[in-house]
């Protein structure tokens, strides 16, 4: 499995961003797939995630404010990110499991200004 990311960017507060990330590459039995961010000096956490029967988990600080979806070909997932504030500023990756095994895709960097 194969993960490619898109849609990082500089933000000004309050404002919003969409990240994509599809899957390629032996897709099918794609579990679960969501994001995770990591700022520096912290350790990387979940964000959200899906599973392949739409089930969703977000994290506490982006409940209201995030929201995942899975493209119907179950092979894509996007984060859409509202009311944004400084503390989500982190690279965000994508993370798709399959076979009990976690494919990683590359970071995309969301940087947002107060």
């Known amino acids: 499995v194969q993960l490619q990311a898109s849609g990082g960017g500089l933000v000004q507060a309050g404002g919003s961003l969409r990240l994509s990330c599809a899957a390629s590459r032996n897709v099918f039995a794609i579990n679960t797939m969501g994001w995770y961010r990591q700022a520096p000096g912290k350790q990387r956490e979940l964000v959200a995630s899906?599973?392949?029967?739409?089930?969703?988990n977000y994290a506490d600080s982006v409940k209201g404010r995030f929201t995942i979806s899975r493209e119907k070909l179950k092979s894509t997932v996007n984060l859409q990110m509202n009311s944004l504030k400084s503390e989500d500023t982190a690279v965000y990756y994508c993370?798709?499991?399959?076979?009990?095994?976690?494919?990683w895709g590359p970071g995309t960097l969301v940087t947002v200004s107060s």
């Open positions: 899906v599973t392949s029967s739409g089930s969703t």
């Open positions: 993370k798709a499991s399959r076979d009990l095994i976690d494919y």
